[in-house]
């Protein structure tokens, strides 16, 4: 069973079909921990780069997006094969991965270099790197009515 998932520094995001649980693990060469939830048994351990921390599911469940804080990389994970699917330049030590509500865009926000990445979530394209402050710890995202 799931008993202790949560470490220091470390993040988990569930699957959308509820499925499977993907924790972030910052110590040793990070990783990604993927589960089964409803088992509670880890299925394996994906290498992804220094410092894991920032850890998301796209919106349709196909890819485990993870940024890699030491190596100002992003991860590209295949959520059913549980494979590395390509990793990407993320400079500004990215901190988290959030997805825009279309499931279109990934973003990024950089804790050093003030910046929010924009990337298309299928191409991982960076479309624009915009300055928001001096140490963005996330995204939120609030309805806009017009």
Same mark, same amino acid.
């Given at each position: 069973?799931?008993?202790?998932?949560?470490?220091?520094?470390?993040?988990?995001?569930? $699957? &959308? @079909? %509820?499925? =499977?649980?993907?924790?972030? !693990?910052? +110590?040793?060469?990070?990783?990604?921990?993927?589960?089964?939830?409803?088992?509670?048994?880890?299925?394996?351990?994906?290498?992804?780069?220094?410092?894991?921390?920032?850890?998301?599911? $796209? &919106? @349709? %469940?196909? =890819?485990?997006?993870?940024? !890699?804080? +030491?190596?100002?990389?992003?991860?590209?994970?295949?959520?059913?094969?549980?494979?590395?699917?390509?990793?990407?330049?993320?400079?500004?030590?990215?901190?988290?991965?959030?997805?825009?509500?279309?499931?279109?865009?990934?973003?990024?926000?950089?804790?050093?270099?003030?910046?929010?990445?924009?990337?298309?979530?299928?191409?991982?394209?960076?479309?624009?790197?915009?300055?928001?402050?001096?140490?963005?710890?996330?995204?939120?995202?609030?309805?806009?009515?017009?």
């Amino acid at each position: 069973m799931l008993t202790r998932l949560r470490e220091d520094n470390e993040a988990q995001v569930g $699957s &959308p @079909d %509820g499925n =499977r649980l993907f924790s972030s !693990n910052m +110590a040793g060469a990070g990783s990604v921990s993927g589960f089964d939830f409803g088992s509670g048994e880890k299925i394996r351990d994906i290498e992804t780069g220094k410092e894991c921390k920032g850890i998301g599911v $796209s &919106p @349709d %469940g196909r =890819r485990v997006w993870a940024g !890699n804080r +030491a190596e100002d990389t992003v991860s590209i994970i295949d959520a059913r094969s549980l494979e590395l699917v390509r990793t990407l330049e993320s400079p500004g030590f990215p901190y988290r991965v959030e997805f825009t509500p279309n499931g279109r865009y990934a973003l990024v926000p950089h804790a050093t270099s003030g910046t929010l990445m924009v990337l298309n979530l299928e191409t991982g394209a960076t479309l624009a790197r915009i300055e928001v402050q001096s140490s963005p710890d996330g995204v939120a995202w609030s309805p806009v009515q017009r």
